[in-house]
T-cell receptor
C-alpha cells in the first residue's frame, strides 16, 4: 500500500466544472506539495502548505495534518488545466527532506 | 530568470557506459534533489543534498552517485548504467529544505539504456 494515496486516478470534466483531487497519507508528514505536470512537460509547483488553506487564482489547496488529508480544488475548470496533478510530502521528524509522492491524478477538461 | 537546468535532456546510451546528468540552479538554493519517474510507479527520490558536501539517500539510491562540491551544482552519476535505469529524471531545488518552501524543477532528462 502506498504511503500517499491520491484519488481519483483519472478524472474527466467539462469546462467550467468544479474539480476536487484528494491526497491521503498514512505516515507523519511536515508539509505537502501540490505539483502539476503537463503531458510531455516538466513539473511545476502549485502549492506548499503545512496547515489551513491557500489560494492562487482558480486553484485552492487545503490540508488537515492531523486527519492526514489534503485536497486540491480547481474552480471554473478550463482545458488548459488538463494535466497530471501530484501530491508530494516531506516526512516529519529527522527525515523532513525525504519526499514521498502520490501516483498522480490525470485530469482531462473537455471544452 | 530563476531556473533549474538539466543536461542532457535526452540521452541514449549502452549498458555499462558511465554517464553524468548535470543539474544547476541559479537561485542560491541550499536544498537540491534528484528523482526518477516511471510509468505506474510515479516519482521516486534518488538522492538529496542539504548543502555543499552534505548528501543523503532517498528511496531508490542503488546504482547512482551524487556529489555537491558547489552550491549551484548537483550532478547525478551513473557509474555503470543498466536497462532498469531507463527513466525520466528530474532535478529540483528549494531555498532551505523540502518542507519550508516551493520546489523548483528542471525540465527533465529522458535516459534510455540499451
Amino acid at each position: 500500500k502506498n504511503e500517499v494515496e491520491q484519488s481519483p486516478q483519472n478524472l474527466t470534466a467539462q469546462e467550467g466544472e468544479f474539480i476536487t483531487i484528494n491526497c491521503s497519507y498514512s505516515v507523519g508528514i511536515s508539509a505537502l506539495h501540490w505539483l502539476q505536470q503537463h503531458p510531455g512537460g516538466g513539473i511545476v509547483s502549485l502549492f506548499m502548505l503545512s496547515s489551513g488553506k491557500k489560494k492562487h487564482g482558480r486553484l485552492i489547496a487545503t490540508i488537515n495534518i492531523q486527519e492526514k488529508h489534503s485536497s486540491l480544488h480547481i474552480t471554473a475548470s478550463h482545458p488548459r488545466d488538463s494535466a497530471v496533478y501530484i501530491c508530494a510530502a516531506p516526512l516529519e521528524g529527522g527525515a523532513t527532506n525525504k519526499l514521498i509522492f502520490g501516483t498522480g491524478t490525470l485530469l482531462a477538461v473537455q471544452p | 530568470e530563476a531556473q533549474v537546468t538539466q543536461n542532457p535532456r535526452y540521452l541514449i546510451t549502452v549498458t555499462g557506459k558511465k554517464l553524468t546528468v548535470t543539474c544547476s540552479q541559479n537561485m542560491n538554493h541550499e536544498y537540491m534533489s534528484w528523482y526518477r519517474q516511471d510509468p505506474g510507479l510515479g516519482l521516486r527520490q534518488i538522492y538529496y543534498s542539504m548543502n555543499v558536501e552534505v548528501t543523503d539517500k532517498g528511496d531508490v539510491p542503488e546504482g547512482y552517485k551524487v556529489s555537491r562540491k558547489e552550491k549551484r551544482n548537483f550532478p547525478l552519476i551513473l557509474e555503470s548504467p543498466s536497462p532498469n535505469q531507463t527513466s525520466l529524471y528530474f532535478c529540483a531545488s528549494s531555498l532551505f529544505s523540502a518542507n519550508t518552501g516551493e520546489l523548483f524543477f528542471g525540465e527533465g532528462s529522458r535516459l534510455t539504456v540499451l
